[in-house]
């Protein structure tokens, strides 16, 4: 186990006060704070070497593409991509998420055709699929779930046709904490012939993420909710496939070679990286990838799981409490409602007392139809929280349950 206590003076910002009050930070599955090694590193590529990447011959030109490229590789020994040339950068794991819903609709669905999904998708893995919907007339087919919060694998069975050509679905729910059983659903999807994209938003920060050993076929994340900067992300394809889809976004970078009767395209990942990419950000999120690195994902993982574990025995204390999402499988987030105080109303009066967590639908309006409510509130959990800031939450929502 790391040392907590110099961890946390690795992130400044935790020091810092809201309202006079210590600031107690429990929304990181929004976003979390990032160490001064990602901003340092940052601050000297820009300083030292900022140069625009891949077309320069110049000096500095190529010490941008180093870093951009050595990234890549970073990125790939991450997750244990196979090669680099299956690694895209992205904005993050949305735009990940409509690359795949674009591309993978223009060359291999028709109109009947079936996308599945499931109940508890973030509207990022929801909107995209509608959207082509609405051009092509595709179908999308949802996963449901238990009460527990739980995928029903009977279900998601019944729901392959031989019109289904592609599963995407979440790795961990930013709402419920539900690690849902991606092996099983890759395999049963793999024997029907069917591909396979997994949202590792909310999974990779928290524990070892090994794409061959998932053999899922695309995987996205985001930097910004690794310890690294906001606008960059990363799409996983198995070369396969990275191969056969077209392109998603013209312009420089992508192209062979471009005449006005006809273009040719890079191979992946180039071919998906039209544009200047963020070439500092994808320095930035080598750092934060090798930081959590040598703290080690694992320790990262029983941190995170004594702090729910923790939390969720503490609030058992608490008059009215429910807490929404109840898997034996779950990760690092606590959702929750308070009898029938509302969850802005506790999100803000927990503000007051410097205790940072979200309130609302999370980006899943259709699990918080399922759920039968409007909202909830969330605390997620980061490796640098503490339980001692987990008694901070518990004493703040006794208070503001006083209240009312
Ligand atoms: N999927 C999940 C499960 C998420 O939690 C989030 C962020 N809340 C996203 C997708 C979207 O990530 P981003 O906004 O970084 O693109």
């Given at each position: 186990?790391?040392?907590?206590?110099?961890?946390?003076?690795?992130?400044?910002?935790?020091?810092r006060?809201v309202?006079?009050?210590?600031?107690?930070?429990?929304?990181?599955?929004?976003?979390?704070?990032?160490?001064?090694?990602?901003?340092?590193?940052?601050r000297?590529?820009?300083?030292?070497?900022?140069?625009?990447?891949?077309?320069?011959?110049?000096?500095?030109?190529q010490?941008?593409?180093?870093?951009?490229?050595?990234?890549?590789?970073?990125v790939?020994k991450?997750?244990?991509?196979k090669?680099?040339?299956?690694?895209?950068?992205?904005?993050g794991?949305?735009?990940?998420?409509n690359?795949?819903a674009?591309s993978?609709?223009?060359?291999?669905?028709?109109e009947?055709?079936?996308?599945?999904?499931?109940?508890?998708?973030?509207?990022?893995?929801?909107?995209?699929?509608?959207?082509?919907?609405?051009k092509?007339g595709?179908?999308?087919?949802?996963?449901?779930?238990?009460?527990?919060?739980?995928?029903?694998?009977?279900?998601?069975?019944?729901?392959?046709?031989?019109?289904t050509?592609l599963?995407?679905?979440?790795?961990?729910?930013?709402v419920?904490g539900?690690?849902?059983?991606?092996?099983?659903?890759i395999?049963i999807?793999?024997?029907h012939?069917i591909?396979?994209?997994?949202?590792?938003?909310?999974s990779?920060?928290?524990?070892?993420?090994?794409v061959?050993?998932?053999?899922?076929?695309?995987?996205?994340?985001s930097?910004?909710?690794?310890?690294?900067?906001?606008?960059?992300?990363?799409?996983?394809?198995?070369?396969?496939?990275?191969?056969?889809?077209?392109?998603?976004?013209?312009?420089?970078?992508?192209?062979?070679?471009?005449?006005?009767?006809?273009?040719?395209?890079?191979?992946?990942p180039?071919?998906?990286?039209?544009?200047?990419?963020?070439?500092?950000?994808?320095?930035?999120?080598?750092?934060?990838?090798d930081?959590?690195?040598?703290?080690g994902?694992?320790?990262?993982?029983?941190?995170?799981?004594?702090?729910?574990?923790?939390?969720?025995?503490?609030?058992?204390?608490?008059?009215?409490m429910?807490?929404?999402?109840?898997?034996?499988?779950k990760?690092?987030?606590?959702?929750?409602?308070?009898?029938?105080?509302?969850?802005?109303?506790?999100?803000?009066l927990?503000?007051?007392?410097g205790?940072?967590?979200?309130?609302?639908?999370?980006c899943?309006?259709?699990?918080?139809?399922?759920?039968?409510?409007?909202?909830?509130?969330?605390?997620?959990f980061g490796?640098?929280?503490?339980?001692?800031?987990?008694?901070?939450?518990?004493?703040?929502?006794?208070?503001?349950?006083?209240m009312?």
């Amino acid at each position: 186990m790391y040392d907590i206590n110099q961890v946390r003076a690795d992130f400044p910002i935790l020091s810092r006060q809201v309202y006079d009050k210590p600031l107690v930070y429990l929304d990181n599955g929004a976003t979390t704070q990032k160490p001064l090694c990602v901003l340092d590193a940052m601050r000297a590529e820009y300083l030292n070497v900022n140069s625009n990447v891949h077309r320069g011959v110049h000096w500095m030109s190529q010490q941008a593409t180093e870093l951009h490229e050595a990234a890549r590789e970073t990125v790939r020994k991450f997750i244990n991509a196979k090669s680099t040339t299956e690694i895209v950068f992205t904005r993050g794991t949305t735009e990940g998420l409509n690359l795949v819903a674009s591309s993978f609709c223009d060359e291999f669905m028709q109109e009947g055709d079936e996308v599945i999904v499931s109940t508890m998708e973030h509207h990022s893995n929801i909107v995209p699929w509608q959207l082509q919907a609405r051009k092509k007339g595709i179908v999308l087919k949802v996963i449901p779930m238990t009460d527990k919060g739980e995928l029903i694998m009977d279900e998601f069975e019944k729901l392959i046709t031989p019109k289904t050509k592609l599963v995407s679905v979440m790795h961990v729910s930013n709402v419920l904490g539900t690690v849902n059983p991606v092996e099983d659903i890759i395999r049963i999807a793999h024997e029907h012939d069917i591909p396979v994209m997994v949202d590792g938003a909310q999974s990779t920060p928290h524990f070892k993420v090994d794409v061959q050993a998932l053999d899922c076929d695309f995987f996205v994340f985001s930097g910004h909710k690794i310890y690294g900067p906001t606008g960059i992300g990363v799409l996983y394809g198995k070369e396969e496939w990275l191969d056969k889809l077209p392109p998603y976004q013209g312009g420089g970078e992508m192209i062979d070679h471009v005449s006005f009767e006809n273009t040719t395209f890079e191979r992946p990942p180039l071919k998906f990286e039209a544009g200047t990419p963020d070439y500092v950000a994808s320095h930035g999120l080598a750092v934060a990838l090798d930081y959590v690195s040598a703290l080690g994902m694992d320790a990262i993982y029983a941190h995170e799981q004594e702090l729910t574990r923790y939390c969720t025995e503490r609030f058992q204390e608490i008059e009215g409490m429910h807490i929404f999402g109840q898997s034996d499988h779950k990760d690092a987030v606590v959702s929750f409602l308070v009898g029938d105080i509302h969850h802005m109303d506790m999100g803000t009066l927990l503000d007051r007392l410097g205790i940072a967590v979200r309130t609302g639908h999370h980006c899943a309006q259709p699990l918080m139809d399922r759920l039968g409510i409007l909202g909830t509130v969330r605390a997620s959990f980061g490796l640098y929280n503490t339980k001692e800031e987990v008694d901070i939450l518990v004493e703040g929502i006794k208070r503001v349950s006083k209240m009312f």
